[in-house]
C-alpha cells in the first residue's frame, strides 16, 4: 500500500513565524505536490515537484515556498505565516508520467495561524 | 488554462434514492477526468476515472464532450456514500497535474 504521511497533524503557530511542514511518502514516487483545502474552494495547488531538487510553481504559490532534497521528501515552507494563511494543507504523491491521474494522499496538515 | 465548475455545494437525499453530481470543464484539448472522494476522518483517495469506463461502489460517470460534463451517478444511494466528492481534470498525457473542483457534500439520510 502506498503511503503518504505528513508528519504533523495539527500545529498552531503565530504571525510571522516560519512553518516547516513535512510529507514522505514510501512508493519511490516520482511526482509530489502540495495542495490547500480550503471550504467553498476545493484543492488549490501550491507546489509541485517532479524530481529531487525540481519544483514548479502552482496557483498560488504565494507565501510559500518548498524543497525537496530527496526523493521521498518534499517540505513546504511557510516562511512568515500570516492568518490568511490558516487552513488544512494535503500533500500528495503520484508516479511519473501517470496518465491514470492517480494521486496518492496524505491525511493532512491542519495548520492554524493566530 | 483548465478549469473544473461543480455548481453545487451541497446534495441531500434519502436512503435509496438516486445521486447525480454535476462536474462541467473548461479545457481547450483532450483532457483526462476524474472523481476522487473523501469520507470522513479518511484521506482523499480517487474514487474513479473516465478512462477506465469503470463502476466503483455503484458509481458510474460518462465524459460528454459535447456538453463538456463529466457527471457522477448512482441510481440508489447508501448512508455510506455520505462524503465529500471532487471533480479534477488532467491535461492528456501531463504528467497528473490535476485541477480541482470546490467540491460537493453528498449527505445520505436513513
Known amino acids: 500500500d502506498v503511503k503518504v504521511t505528513q508528519s504533523s497533524r495539527y500545529l498552531v503557530k503565530r504571525t510571522g513565524e516560519k512553518v516547516f511542514l513535512e510529507c514522505v511518502q514510501d512508493m519511490d514516487h516520482e511526482n509530489m505536490f502540495w495542495y490547500r483545502q480550503d471550504p467553498g474552494l476545493g484543492l488549490r495547488l501550491i507546489y509541485f515537484?517532479?524530481?529531487?531538487?525540481?519544483?514548479e510553481k502552482g496557483d498560488i504559490p504565494e507565501g510559500y515556498s518548498v524543497s525537496r532534497e530527496k526523493k521521498e521528501r518534499f517540505s513546504l515552507i511557510l516562511e512568515s505565516a500570516s492568518t490568511n494563511q490558516t487552513s488544512m494543507y494535503l500533500c500528495a504523491s503520484s508516479y511519473a508520467g501517470a496518465v491514470t491521474g492517480e494521486l496518492f494522499f496524505g491525511e493532512g496538515s491542519r495548520l492554524t495561524v493566530l | 488554462a483548465q478549469r473544473v465548475t461543480q455548481p453545487e455545494k451541497l446534495l441531500s437525499v434519502f436512503k435509496g434514492a438516486p445521486v447525480e453530481l454535476k462536474c462541467n470543464y473548461s479545457?481547450?484539448?483532450?483532457?483526462?477526468l476524474f472523481w476522487y472522494v473523501q469520507y470522513s476522518r479518511q484521506r482523499l483517495q480517487l474514487l474513479l476515472r473516465h478512462i477506465s469506463r469503470e463502476s466503483i461502489k455503484g458509481f458510474t460517470a460518462d465524459l460528454n464532450k459535447g456538453e463538456t460534463s463529466f457527471h457522477l451517478k448512482k441510481p440508489f444511494a447508501q448512508e455510506e456514500d455520505s462524503a465529500m466528492y471532487y471533480c479534477?481534470?488532467?491535461?492528456?498525457?501531463?504528467?497528473?497535474?490535476?485541477?480541482f473542483g470546490k467540491g460537493i457534500t453528498l449527505s445520505v439520510r436513513p
Open positions: 479534477a481534470l488532467s491535461p492528456a498525457g501531463a504528467n497528473s497535474k490535476l485541477t
Open positions: 515537484s517532479y524530481d529531487v531538487k525540481m519544483k
Open positions: 479545457y481547450s484539448g483532450s483532457p483526462e
